[in-house]
């Protein structure tokens, strides 16, 4: 198994601009985990899905974020417009219930 | 969710000696999840302890659980440059995962 799959590894972007993060998780895995990881905030949740259906957004930190998970395969994380202050490290996860996460490689966001 | 606490926050060791890490959570748990960060990279999950058990071995990993007094500690032994890294302890009833602060260890070689 390839592992949990993210996309970009890096992107650079204005301010303003819309930026899509993707995530493939590991096939058989029901849940998936969007976090964020800052210095000053450490690795935060901000949503997770449960058989492709949102389960808990409380942790998107406003209405600039959106995610989706459209089937098993796929999921997106999307900020427009994005500012300088989401500039991150977002991180994907994927697991069965009760075992433990695997992370993707991450996509380290720097917005300017 | 419940995030643990970590303890201490950072520890400096020579290759070769062995590093002990200690987690506290709250409220009861299913499990406790112990995670590895390497600088620039993913989580990595090392152990998972389930509640009725006290010890559990991987390779040079010994987690240790203690549910009377909310507690855990990772043994790492013989430790390697490579293990420089952040862990995490997650205690766990239900789904979502709750990260803390971590221990950033370093071993020096």
């Known amino acids: 198994d390839a592992g949990v799959i993210q996309s970009p590894r890096h992107e650079v972007t204005e301010m303003g601009q819309e930026v899509t993060l993707r995530c493939k998780p590991i096939s058989g895995h029901d849940y998936l985990f969007w976090y964020r990881q800052t210095m000053m905030r450490g690795l935060e949740l901000l949503i997770y899905?449960?058989?492709?259906?949102?389960?808990?957004d409380s942790g998107m930190p406003e209405d600039r974020f959106s995610a989706k998970m459209p089937n098993a395969s796929f999921s997106t994380l999307k900020i427009q417009p994005s500012e300088p202050r989401d500039s991150a490290v977002y991180f994907c996860?994927?697991?069965?219930?009760?075992?433990?996460?695997?992370f993707g490689s991450g996509t380290r966001l720097t917005v300017v | 969710s419940q995030q643990g606490e970590e303890d201490p926050q950072a520890l400096s060791i020579q290759e070769g000696e062995n590093a002990t890490m200690n987690c506290s959570y709250k409220?009861?748990?299913?499990?406790l999840q112990w995670y590895r960060q390497n600088s620039g990279r993913g989580l990595v999950h090392l152990i998972l302890?389930?509640?009725?058990?006290r010890e559990k071995h991987s390779g040079r990993l010994r987690v240790t659980l203690d549910t009377s007094k909310k507690s855990s500690s990772l043994l790492i032994t013989a430790s390697r440059a490579a293990d420089t890294a952040s862990y995490f302890c997650v205690p766990s009833g239900n789904t979502p995962l709750v990260f803390g602060k971590g221990t950033r260890l370093s071993v020096i070689a």
């Open positions: 409220t009861s748990i299913n499990n």
């Open positions: 302890i389930r509640s009725n058990e």
């Open positions: 996860a994927s697991n069965r219930q009760a075992y433990g996460y695997t």
């Open positions: 899905f449960n058989n492709n259906v949102p389960i808990d």
